[in-house]
């Protein structure tokens, strides 16, 4: 690449967009998370990036405080009464998401769970996609407050929470949506948080954990289905290799033909569901990952009286990207055993045909070869027949001579003349044959010639 494509490339490749959002935050603070997944990627990622634009519009954030790039950008507004408004937008391969931080001035008092409450703050009515998952996530100072003070504000049955990242930090949740569809974290960052960029790594942790967690079982229900579907396939597919192992033997072409077009239309059906499994659950193994490196990377440590966070998730998803491997590869065999029995019919119909041409030459070699004798005798008797009518047309002119009186004997004439006869027609048979051949042979060149290839 050029020097100046090679400068911005490793700049771009070292860039932190994400990094002065820091100095924007502080604790306490009230965060909403929305992930979307998207349908049509190319289409919608770049629809996206316009909504999250609209969305800054709307709330008039000020362009000064807005950076946006093709794939991240975020906003920072001020309210009158020292509130802070701060937008993030991300878009990744299957679906974007939304940050949207409430930093209330120390005026405002602590935020709660629910609805933010920032100045004429509304989200979008009708955003891109399907929902991934909602968030309600509240960061607060000090120590997180008692069990029996939590426990009302969290729905669901059980509490779940953990230590990350240092001794510190405390997060407590539910995994259990409230009544606007978010579930609800309460993360106490300690006495004091001297990083503010922190906070925004913990935000991060959670949401990415989340996210891939639900993005890894929103594939269950197609899994499901097509579960049933393939030991359906499975099934039908043993019973057809029974039928056609025992008959193909003795099958006839019709028979062959109709195994034939019944395998293809299954191993067409079989292509299609692969094809739209292999998009839908292919990505399932790099979100694994991606759940099992950030539970490794937040260093969980337990707390007393709760339920380890990685307990629930770990739960959901333990087998199902494995799952969803298994089900690919049987699908593959499937497919591979409909092509090796077509294969093998096939193989048996080309058996059948080159068969039936041997047959054919056979008859044609035959046809051939009585094509030739009687060629031949027909070439024989053209000889008896030419020689007959010029004796005929020599006895005529012996009988001239002989009443001109030049000839003694006319019969005599008419009788040598009958072997010279013979030989003239011999002659004349054989040059014909020669002058028709090389009429042919002279013809074939030019043919050729003429041909549009």
């Known amino acids: 690449m050029p020097q ?67 794939n991240f950008g975020y906003g920072v507004k001020e309210a009158e009464n020292g509130d802070r408004l701060i937008l993030v937008w991300q878009a990744h391969t299957e679906y ?24 004429d703050y509304s989200f979008l009515a009708d955003p891109l996609g399907s929902v991934v998952c909602r968030l309600d996530i509240l960061l607060t100072t000090g120590m997180l407050p008692p069990r029996q003070e939590v426990r009302p504000l969290m729905p669901g049955p059980i509490l779940y929470g953990s230590r990350i990242l240092n001794e510190q930090t405390s997060v407590t949740t539910s995994f259990t949506p ?40 929103m594939q269950k229900p197609l899994f499901s289905a097509a579960i049933d579907q393939v030991y359906k396939f499975e099934q039908v597919h043993l019973k057809q290799r029974e039928i056609i192992t025992a008959h193909i033997g003795h099958a006839d072409s019709q028979t062959l033909q109709r195994w034939l077009n019944t395998l293809t239309q299954d191993l067409l059906k079989t292509n299609r569901m692969a094809g739209k499994l292999h998009f839908e659950l292919s990505s399932a193994l790099p979100y694994d990952k991606i759940v099992h490196a950030t539970l490794a990377s937040i260093g969980e440590q337990r ?59 056979q008859s044609v070699d035959k046809t051939t070869k009585s094509q030739v004798l009687l060629q031949h005798t027909v070439e ?55 002058f028709l051949h090389k009429k042919l042979v ?12």
């Open 4 to 70: 100046s494509e090679t400068e911005t490339f490793l700049r771009k490749l070292h860039e932190r967009p994400q990094q002065p959002i820091g100095r924007w935050l502080r604790a306490p603070a009230h965060v909403h998370y929305e992930a979307f997944r998207m349908s049509d990627p190319p289409t919608q990622r770049p629809a996206s990036r316009s909504e999250f634009q609209s969305l800054l519009g709307r709330l008039k954030v000020p362009s000064e405080t807005i950076d946006l790039r093709e």
């Open 96 to 119: 974007y998401n939304y940050q949207l931080w409430h930093v209330p001035s120390q005026e405002s008092g602590v935020p709660t769970f629910g609805p933010l409450v920032f100045p």
């Open 178 to 217: 409230d009544a606007e569809g978010r579930e609800r974290y309460w993360v106490s960052v300690g006495p004091s948080q001297s990083d503010p960029s922190r906070l925004k790594d913990i935000v991060d942790a959670i949401v990415r954990i989340e996210t891939y967690y639900h993005l890894l079982l």
């Open 303 to 361: 707390m007393e009286s709760y339920r380890p966070i990685s307990d629930y998730v770990l739960s959901g998803i333990t087998g199902v990207a494995e799952g969803y491997q298994q089900l690919l590869r049987r699908i593959e065999t499937l497919r591979g055993g409909f092509e090796g029995i077509i294969a093998i019919i096939r193989t048996r119909i080309d058996l059948i045909l080159e068969a039936q041409n041997l047959t054919l030459l």
């Open 380 to 434: 024989g008797l053209s000889v008896i027949v030419i020689a007959y009518y010029l004796a005929g047309l020599a006895g005529y002119v012996f009988k001239g001579l002989y009443e001109l009186g030049w000839l003694g004997n006319a019969n005599l004439a008419s009788a040598i003349f009958v072997p010279v006869a013979i030989g003239l027609a011999f002659a004349i048979t054989t040059a014909s044959k020669k």
């Open 442 to 453: 002279e013809a074939s060149p030019a043919s050729k010639g003429d041909d549009p290839r």
